[in-house]
T-cell receptor, first 115, second 113 residues
Framework: AQKVTQAQTEISVVEKEDVTLDCVYE???????LFWYKQPPSGELVFLIR??????QNEISGRYSWNFQKSTSSFNFTITASQVVDSAVYFC????????????FGQGTELSVKP | DVKVTQSSRYLVKRTGEKVFLECVQD?????MFWYRQDPGLGLRLIYF???????EKGDIPEGYSVSREKKERFSLILESASTNQTSMYLC????????????FGQGTRLTVV
């Protein structure tokens, strides 16, 4: 069975703080793919990043960075120097190699960045 | 600009009504999905289609059916709407490969009264 857990339901920070969103996954597939999506108040999910299970290199994109650790089955997302525009619900998702593209989502973390 | 379009942003229906939620994508994607989003539960897969006329049940198919007569269109049908189907419904599409992202519509917030 596949499962994604985002234990943090809500996080509130003040602008310019760093914040880390946690994601833990379970899968029996040896090859799988992990994703992060952002859902702003408008409602449409926006793709942020994809990571393959065989590539444990961390990634940085501007203020965003992702830490993938197979040993702990985690794929955490850090926003550095948060801004009000980062306020959104963030979802972590998993797709197994034999799942035909089906995405399994976590519960989501609602991030509120206050000025 | 790639697009997934859901026919309604907000919908109010009565208990027992048959409800159709429509979704159209313009990217020639093989896969299309219907998810339901509820607070604290994230997105849960209702149905998945990987080709015209093909469908697979997701995690919560009870009370729902789907139709995919054309590649670009995927319809979600609530056979007899009930109040516990009040929710946000999200349609998505992707190419048929596990390592590609899905593209989402703007969502339909359905209220069943």
């Amino acid at each position: 069975a596949q499962k994604v857990t985002q234990a943090q339901t809500e996080i509130s920070v003040v602008e310019k703080e760093d914040v880390t969103l946690d994601c833990v996954y379970e899968t029996r597939d040896t090859t799988y793919y992990l994703f992060w999506y952002k859902q702003p108040p408008s409602g449409e999910l926006v793709f942020l990043i994809r990571r393959n299970s065989f590539d444990e290199q961390n990634e940085i994109s501007g203020r965003y960075s992702w830490n993938f650790q197979k040993s702990t089955s985690s794929f955490n997302f850090t926003i550095t120097a948060s801004q009000v525009v980062d306020s959104a619900v963030y979802f972590c998702a998993l797709s197994g190699n034999n799942q035909g593209g089906k995405l399994i989502f976590g519960q989501g973390t609602e991030l509120s960045v206050k000025p | 600009d790639v697009k997934v379009t859901q026919s309604s942003r907000y919908l109010v229906k009565r208990t027992g009504e048959k409800v159709f939620l429509e979704c159209v994508q313009d990217m020639d994607h093989e896969n299309m999905f219907w998810y339901r989003q509820d607070p604290g539960l994230g997105l849960r897969l209702i149905y998945f289609s990987y080709d015209v006329k093909m469908k697979e049940k997701g995690d919560i198919p009870e009370g729902y059916s789907v139709s995919r007569e054309k590649k670009e269109r995927f319809s979600l049908i609530l056979e007899s709407a009930s109040t516990n189907q009040t929710s946000m419904y999200l349609c998505a599409s992707s190419v048929r490969a596990p390592n590609t992202e899905a593209f989402f519509g703007q969502g339909t917030r359905l209220t069943v009264v």
